[in-house]
């Protein structure tokens, strides 16, 4: 079956400006994680769904990063007034009850 | 809070020279650790959970062992092909999952 997906798979902005990263899990999952990974480094997480609630944002690193499930399935990262520091890789992944977390491939962004 | 330390940081060995990379882990109470392969460019890919000490999980060239405070990951006759970088990860709280920096491992043909 299909696996996770996330678009747009690259994305340059300019430093201050908003930018929407999407994420569409593997159908039926009911957790969905975001993670940022910089070059060199593994995963950091950033926060956690199950379904459309948001339990757990505590990896969020500032206020201007906003993440929703709305209805229990796609998900988006937003990223406002953009920082150099912001520039990573951004992974969704995805997990039902066996508790493995299924990643996609991911949002490179580069903050220029 | 739950850390987690991989080494070597880099590993290159020749085709079928057997090796294994290491995965420290300090936690509160251990409820999974993960083993995950990320190739360039792409997304970690799911390997091995094991969950108690003593547990032991294979698959083709690749055998994940644990201990009360260390992970191996152990490489028998590797491939170039099994060249990636190799994530190690626990799972810290509800289900989110806390990872080391990665050993990156290049087999040379």
């Known amino acids: 079956g299909a696996g996770v997906s996330q678009s747009p798979r690259y994305k340059v902005a300019k430093r201050g400006q908003d930018v929407a990263l999407r994420c569409d899990p593997i159908?039926?999952?009911?957790?969905l994680f975001w993670y940022q990974q910089a070059l060199g480094q593994g995963p950091e997480f950033l926060t956690y769904f199950q379904n459309e609630a948001q339990l757990d944002k505590s990896g969020l690193p500032s206020d201007r990063f906003f993440a929703e499930r709305p209805e229990g399935s796609v998900s988006t990262l937003k990223i406002q007034r953009t920082q150099q520091e912001d520039s990573a890789v951004y992974l969704c992944?995805?997990?039902?009850?066996?508790?493995?977390?299924?990643f996609g491939p991911g949002t490179r962004l580069t903050v220029t | 809070e739950d850390q987690v330390t991989q080494s070597p940081e880099a590993l290159r060995l020749q085709e079928g020279e057997s090796s294994s990379l290491n995965c420290s882990y300090t936690?509160?109470?251990?409820?999974?650790l993960f083993w995950y392969r990320q190739d360039p460019g792409k997304g970690p890919e799911f390997l091995f959970t094991l969950y108690s000490a003593g547990e032991e999980k294979e698959k083709e060239r690749l055998k994940a062992t644990l201990t009360k405070k260390e992970s191996f990951l152990h490489i028998t006759a590797p491939k170039p092909e099994d060249s990636a970088t190799y994530l190690c990860a626990v799972r810290e709280g509800f289900q989110k999952l806390v990872f080391g920096t990665g050993t990156r491992l290049l087999v040379s043909p």
């Open positions: 936690v509160s109470g251990l409820r999974g």
């Open positions: 992944a995805s997990s039902t009850g066996d508790l493995r977390q299924y």
């Open positions: 159908s039926g999952h009911v957790s």
